[in-house]
């Protein structure tokens, strides 16, 4: 009997030596975990990037968070649910840690109420309720749960890992995953989908050579009126065009969001659409709306580039540029008529009104004609204004509808889809941002941008720089921001990685 | 009108009484925006005719720091609402409230608009020379205007040559400057208009161009002479009819939305007595019996700026500029931008159902705020009869009557928020706080 006992215990350690969650209650609304805290947490305290937030950590956790720093903490295993109406959250931790009464004291000092312990060889077992420790080994665990499974599978040793269970965390779900307008849904249908029916969310953060967090999230098949989300077999790759500042794609298609804008929007933007055709169709000419939806591609792409950081404009922007797939290269001459149809428009208004019109003009890049509408020179007030950087520029090549916002970042769009400079699409949306001349152009922009945000927020000047500068703090060291929201076998993953600037001078991506 | 400034025995008899709290808080109301606690005391110690100096300030405007450094780095965005913005900016925290309600009084009287103008800084710039010289002669202002880069590109000014000269900027300097309707020829703006021939910009300045210019003999309101600019300016302001027109104004801005001929008539003698010298025309107006009279109570609607700032200054806090600013668009007054040369009508066309919509529209989102105040009318108000009932006095003036005290009572127990401000939001919902 005591030979069968010592076997199933030991049979128990080796299976939690594997998996910690195994000593974690099977109703665990939050799971979190983390290997080698101790450096983990070292390292957090050290990053210039997490020190604005400290503060914002009430201050008997910090001191928390630096005692277990001291300590030869292995992995810490944790799971939280709720203690019942009126009662405080019930915690169960499993630690693996050499100095299991170090642990105890730090933790007794600082966590308030009584914590129950259970020693396990390197192992201990804690809780702040006497449960914690007599859950017998063989009853069902976390470790049991399916969607725990399906989190361990994809984060087998992650450093921080959590899984939350959102049925259980979030009873009262009326406002989530509804979408404010119909701009939210455009763009955040997808997540906001997956918000509201998702049932648990896991993920896990790497500090390797990148700041990789990655989540993931249950979500059923979009419905039909977000069919205009779902990728598309026939999107075409992202352009790489050399020097960009930032690049957003987005997998989207505007023939099914038209179609669906009766049961997305609300009444009052069912007004504001119906008008947006009218006018369109006035100003399309003989080409049809419909027409129009049918020939543009499934994806929206951005591509900004950084401007002259010595230019004189006050303040000073970065060129942007949208591209859509042209489906049917016979519409291309409509949509320069349709083009200057508009500047002609906004030049009558404009003249009624005593204000200057803008100058079209053409030039050939690569063979392919830019159309640009911009201010004449003598109109503008010299060269620090910022209104000559407004130089709405149009192409098309290589099936593929351009506007920009300068003509200097639609040429280099043409330039890389003529050289057919491009990457796979690996993901439905992706961002990517340059953080260095990022943080260039907000230092050149600094004063505008503070005095702005005084101006929006209603607070004083001194405070509304040094918030703005908190923010890219948290970003300084860092030159790289990507981020991911993918869609695939009824998962939503959404990836967020930061690359330090050590890495990116190494060439970490191979750029 | 002469430029001279001489003076001076009292044209408007003075107040016949000592102020009383009432009274204190109608001047705060039409001189400051509205009667805080703080003003309403420095008022009783100072009285009224220092308080007019005081809160009009010295020879040179105030530059606040922070107002001024806000406005020096957005002034180049050329956009409008941000623009319109910093200076609400600059009002809600100016130590003197009449100078920028007199700035805005000129603002309304030579108009320019930033989409004509198309130059943010010129706009900018602009404002601050009539801050600086509103409150002096009456002559120096109208000769700066006319050399002013937003006003010369507004009424095309800087076309007009002596083989062509442009009649716009004569045709508004004898109608809505200086005299007004009535008093001159469309032959007088003829001759104006060749006298004002050479008056261009140039790196961002004013030039005259002795070659653009037609420097002979022009017959101008009677009298022949090779006039220039300068004398045609000199002879429009002292026309009898300018300080009449001026006087009119003044009336409709700081003392009711109807005055009266006898009023129109006294204030307009007040003005050329005082030789066109706005501070003190402005000090004796504030400190007369006319000023003070029971029909001239509550009988100012307010403008969408006054609304905005004295619904900030009666909840304390700086409320978000930009965001007045875009309320004031809805509420139908675009600062730095009026949609034509005439400026706004005011008075009770601020009340169309339109604006009244979006003036309620801006008060009842302040309502539902709920951040404490700091230096509120009424600093300690409880949500109770007694202190909607004081917050009523405090913010509107008067006490409305038992009903509809007792439906605010009701609206400000729905709030949601437990501050004192939201009592004091709820009363500004009131029909009352839309005039002054």
């Given at each position: 009997?005591?030979?069968?006992?010592?076997?199933?215990?030991?049979?128990?350690?080796?299976?939690?030596?594997?998996?910690?969650?195994?000593?974690?209650?099977?109703?665990?609304?939050?799971?979190?975990?983390?290997?080698?805290?101790?450096?983990?947490?070292?390292?957090?305290?050290?990053?210039?990037?997490?020190?604005?937030?400290?503060?914002?950590?009430?201050?008997?956790?910090?001191?928390?968070?630096?005692?277990?720093?001291?300590?030869?903490?292995?992995?810490?295993?944790?799971?939280?649910?709720?203690?019942?109406?009126?009662?405080?959250?019930?915690?169960?931790?499993?630690?693996?840690?050499?100095?299991?009464?170090?642990?105890?004291?730090?933790?007794?000092?600082?966590?308030?109420?009584?914590?129950?312990?259970?020693?396990?060889?390197?192992?201990?077992?804690?809780?702040?309720?006497?449960?914690?420790?007599?859950?017998?080994?063989?009853?069902?665990?976390?470790?049991?749960?399916?969607?725990?499974?399906?989190?361990?599978?994809?984060?087998?040793?992650?450093?921080?890992?959590?899984?939350?269970?959102?049925?259980?965390?979030?009873?009262?779900?009326?406002?989530?995953?509804k979408a404010d307008d119909l701009g939210a849904?455009?763009?955040?249908?997808?997540?906001?989908?997956?918000?509201?029916?998702?049932?648990?969310?896991?993920?896990?953060?790497?500090?390797?050579?990148?700041?990789?967090?990655?989540?993931?999230?249950?979500?059923?098949?979009?419905?039909?009126?977000?069919?205009?989300?779902?990728?598309?077999?026939?999107?075409?790759?992202?352009?790489?065009?050399?020097?960009?500042?930032?690049?957003?794609?987005?997998?989207?298609?505007?023939?099914?969001?038209?179609?669906?804008?009766?049961?997305?929007a609300k009444p009052a933007e069912r007004e504001a659409l119906a008008r947006f055709q009218g006018q369109?169709?006035?100003?399309?000419?003989?080409?049809?709306?419909?027409?129009?939806?049918?020939?543009?591609?499934?994806?929206?792409?951005?591509?900004?580039?950084?401007?002259?950081?010595?230019?004189?404009?006050?303040?000073?922007?970065?060129?942007?540029?949208?591209?859509?797939?042209?489906?049917?290269?016979?519409?291309?001459?409509?949509?320069?008529?349709?083009?200057?149809?508009?500047?002609?428009?906004?030049?009558?208004e404009?003249?009624?009104m005593?204000?200057?019109?803008?100058?079209?003009?053409?030039?050939?890049?690569?063979?392919?004609?830019?159309?640009?509408?911009?201010?004449?020179?003598?109109?503008?007030?010299?060269?620090?204004?910022?209104?000559?950087?407004?130089?709405?520029?149009?192409?098309?090549?290589?099936?593929?509808?351009?506007?920009?916002?300068?003509?200097?970042?639609?040429?280099?769009?043409?330039?890389?889809?003529?050289?057919?400079?491009?990457?796979?699409?690996?993901?439905?949306?992706?961002?990517?941002?340059?953080?260095?001349?990022?943080?260039?152009?907000?230092?050149?922009?600094?004063?505008?941008?503070?005095?702005?945000?005084?101006l929006e927020e209603g607070?004083?000047?001194?405070?509304?720089?040094?918030?703005?500068?908190?923010?890219?703090?948290?970003?300084?060291?860092?030159?790289?921001?990507?981020?991911?929201?993918?869609?695939?076998?009824?998962?939503?993953?959404?990836?967020?990685?930061?690359?330090?600037?050590?890495?990116?001078?190494?060439?970490?991506?191979?750029? | 009108?002469?430029?001279?400034?001489?003076?001076?025995?009292?044209?408007?008899?003075?107040?016949?009484?000592?102020?009383?709290?009432?009274?204190?808080d109608h001047?705060?109301r039409r001189?400051a925006f509205f009667p805080t606690?703080?003003?309403?005391?420095?008022?009783?110690?100072?009285?009224?005719?220092?308080?007019?100096?005081?809160?009009?300030?010295?020879?040179?405007?105030?530059?606040?720091?922070?107002?001024?450094?806000?406005?020096?780095?957005?002034?180049?965005?050329?956009d409008v609402e941000v623009l319109a913005a910093a200076w609400l900016h600059r009002i809600l925290?100016?130590?003197?409230p009449?100078?920028e309600r007199?700035?805005l009084f000129?603002h309304n009287r030579?108009v320019?608009a930033l989409s004509?103008?198309?130059?943010?800084?010129?706009?900018?710039?602009?404002?601050?020379?009539?801050?600086?010289?509103?409150?002096?002669?009456?002559?120096?202002?109208?000769?700066?205007?006319?050399?002013?880069?937003?006003?010369?590109?507004?009424?095309?000014?800087?076309?007009?040559?002596?083989?062509?000269?442009?009649?716009?900027?004569?045709?508004?300097?004898?109608?809505?400057?200086?005299?007004?309707?009535?008093?001159?020829?469309?032959?007088?703006?003829?001759?104006?208009?060749?006298?004002?021939?050479?008056?261009?910009?140039?790196?961002?300045?004013?030039?005259?161009?002795?070659?653009?210019?037609?420097?002979?003999?022009?017959?101008?309101?009677?009298?022949?002479?090779?006039?220039?600019?300068?004398?045609?300016?000199?002879?429009?302001?002292?026309?009898?009819?300018?300080?009449?027109?001026?006087?009119?104004a003044?009336?409709r801005h700081f003392v009711t939305d109807a005055p009266?001929?006898?009023?129109?008539?006294?204030?307009?003698?007040?003005?050329?007595?005082?030789?066109?010298?706005?501070?003190?025309?402005?000090?004796?107006?504030?400190?007369?019996?006319?000023?003070?009279?029971?029909?001239h109570r509550f009988a100012l609607t307010r403008s969408p700026v006054d609304l905005v700032v004295a619904a900030s200054l009666a909840l304390g806090r700086i409320l978000p500029p930009l965001e007045g600013a875009r309320h004031l668009v809805a509420m139908g007054q675009s600062l730095l931008d009026a949609p034509s040369v005439k400026g706004y009508e005011g008075g009770a066309a601020w009340r169309s159902p339109a604006s009244l919509l979006a003036r309620r529209s801006y008060l009842a989102s302040l309502a539902e705020r709920g951040r404490?105040p700091?230096?509120a009318a009424a600093?300690?108000v409880?949500r109770?009869?007694?202190?909607v009932t004081?917050a009523a006095q405090a913010v509107l003036g008067r006490v409305p009557p038992p009903d509809e005290l007792a439906l605010l009572l009701r609206l400000a127990r729905k709030s949601k928020s437990?501050a004192t401000s939201s009592v004091v939001g709820t009363v500004l919902l009131h029909p009352w706080f839309q005039v002054a």
């Amino acid at each position: 009997m005591a030979k069968t006992l010592g076997v199933a215990i030991l049979c128990a350690l080796a299976l939690r030596a594997q998996e910690p969650a195994r000593s974690l209650p099977d109703d665990a609304v939050i799971f979190l975990e983390l290997q080698d805290g101790p450096a983990l947490l070292r390292e957090a305290q050290a990053a210039p990037a997490l020190q604005p937030l400290w503060p914002l950590i009430p201050a008997p956790a910090r001191k928390l968070v630096a005692a277990l720093g001291e300590l030869s903490v292995e992995h810490i295993a944790l799971g939280v649910r709720p203690g019942g109406v009126f009662r405080p959250l019930r915690w169960t931790a499993v630690v693996k840690t050499q100095d299991h009464r170090g642990l105890l004291t730090q933790l007794r000092s600082h966590l308030p109420g009584t914590i129950f312990s259970r020693p396990e060889g390197e192992w201990v077992v804690l809780g702040n309720h006497e449960e914690a420790i007599e859950r017998p080994e063989s009853g069902a665990s976390l470790a049991d749960v399916p969607s725990f499974s399906t989190y361990r599978t994809k984060h087998t040793r992650p450093r921080l890992g959590f899984h939350v269970d959102l049925e259980k965390l979030l009873v009262f779900r009326g406002a989530v995953g509804k979408a404010d307008d119909l701009g939210a849904e455009f763009f955040f249908g997808h997540l906001l989908k997956t918000a509201a029916r998702a049932d648990w969310v896991s993920g896990a953060l790497t500090l390797d050579s990148e700041w990789r967090l990655a989540m993931m999230a249950p979500g059923t098949d979009l419905p039909d009126t977000h069919a205009f989300l779902r990728a598309a077999k026939s999107a075409p790759p992202l352009l790489v065009l050399p020097n960009a500042l930032a690049r957003l794609s987005l997998t989207r298609n505007a023939q099914l969001f038209w179609a669906a804008r009766e049961q997305l929007a609300k009444p009052a933007e069912r007004e504001a659409l119906a008008r947006f055709q009218g006018q369109a169709e006035t100003i399309l000419g003989e080409l049809a709306y419909d027409d129009l939806l049918a020939a543009l591609g499934p994806t929206l792409d951005l591509y900004a580039l950084s401007p002259s950081i010595e230019s004189k404009a006050d303040p000073l922007f970065p060129a942007v540029a949208i591209v859509i797939p042209l489906l049917d290269s016979g519409l291309e001459d409509e949509l320069i008529l349709t083009f200057q149809s508009i500047i002609g428009v906004a030049n009558i208004e404009r003249g009624g009104m005593g204000q200057p019109r803008f100058l079209l003009e053409s030039a050939d890049q690569d063979g392919v004609r830019i159309h640009v509408a911009r201010h004449f020179d003598h109109h503008l007030n010299g060269p620090g204004d910022p209104r000559g950087q407004l130089q709405i520029a149009l192409a098309c090549t290589e099936g593929r509808f351009i506007l920009g916002s300068h003509p200097d970042v639609v040429r280099a769009v043409v330039v890389a889809a003529r050289a057919g400079r491009t990457e796979p699409r690996r993901t439905v949306d992706s961002l990517q941002i340059e953080l260095g001349p990022a943080r260039a152009l907000f230092r050149r922009n600094l004063e505008f941008l503070a005095a702005r945000n005084a101006l929006e927020e209603g607070k004083s000047l001194d405070r509304a720089r040094t918030d703005l500068q908190s923010i890219v703090g948290l970003f300084e060291p860092f030159s790289r921001l990507k981020m991911a929201i993918d869609q695939h076998s009824g998962q939503t993953s959404v990836e967020v990685v930061l690359v330090p600037n050590s890495a990116a001078a190494t060439g970490v991506d191979g750029k | 009108m002469s430029s001279s400034v001489g003076v001076v025995s009292r044209t408007l008899p003075p107040l016949s009484r000592d102020p009383t709290r009432d009274d204190v808080d109608h001047f705060l109301r039409r001189t400051a925006f509205f009667p805080t606690f703080e003003l309403r005391e420095r008022t009783e110690r100072e009285g009224l005719a220092a308080s007019v100096d005081r809160l009009l300030g010295g020879a040179e405007p105030s530059a606040p720091e922070e107002a001024t450094a806000i406005g020096a780095s957005v002034q180049a965005s050329e956009d409008v609402e941000v623009l319109a913005a910093a200076w609400l900016h600059r009002i809600l925290g100016s130590p003197e409230p009449l100078r920028e309600r007199l700035t805005l009084f000129f603002h309304n009287r030579f108009v320019s608009a930033l989409s004509k103008v198309q130059r943010g800084r010129f706009l900018v710039e602009q404002i601050e020379l009539l801050r600086r010289l509103g409150p002096g002669p009456f002559l120096p202002l109208v000769q700066a205007i006319t050399r002013d880069p937003a006003m010369i590109r507004y009424l095309d000014l800087e076309r007009s040559t002596k083989a062509s000269p442009n009649e716009n900027f004569a045709r508004e300097l004898l109608e809505l400057f200086t005299m007004g309707p009535g008093h001159y020829s469309e032959a007088d703006i003829r001759e104006a208009a060749r006298a004002l021939t050479g008056y261009r910009i140039r790196h961002d300045r004013f030039e005259f161009s002795p070659a653009a210019h037609d420097d002979g003999s022009k017959t101008f309101l009677g009298r022949l002479g090779a006039w220039s600019g300068d004398d045609i300016v000199r002879l429009a302001v002292e026309h009898p009819g300018t300080a009449r027109h001026l006087g009119r104004a003044l009336l409709r801005h700081f003392v009711t939305d109807a005055p009266g001929e006898p009023e129109i008539e006294a204030v307009g003698r007040l003005i050329v007595a005082q030789s066109g010298n706005l501070r003190a025309v402005l000090r004796e107006l504030f400190t007369s019996d006319l000023f003070f009279a029971s029909a001239h109570r509550f009988a100012l609607t307010r403008s969408p700026v006054d609304l905005v700032v004295a619904a900030s200054l009666a909840l304390g806090r700086i409320l978000p500029p930009l965001e007045g600013a875009r309320h004031l668009v809805a509420m139908g007054q675009s600062l730095l931008d009026a949609p034509s040369v005439k400026g706004y009508e005011g008075g009770a066309a601020w009340r169309s159902p339109a604006s009244l919509l979006a003036r309620r529209s801006y008060l009842a989102s302040l309502a539902e705020r709920g951040r404490e105040p700091a230096g509120a009318a009424a600093p300690e108000v409880s949500r109770d009869l007694e202190g909607v009932t004081a917050a009523a006095q405090a913010v509107l003036g008067r006490v409305p009557p038992p009903d509809e005290l007792a439906l605010l009572l009701r609206l400000a127990r729905k709030s949601k928020s437990e501050a004192t401000s939201s009592v004091v939001g709820t009363v500004l919902l009131h029909p009352w706080f839309q005039v002054a």
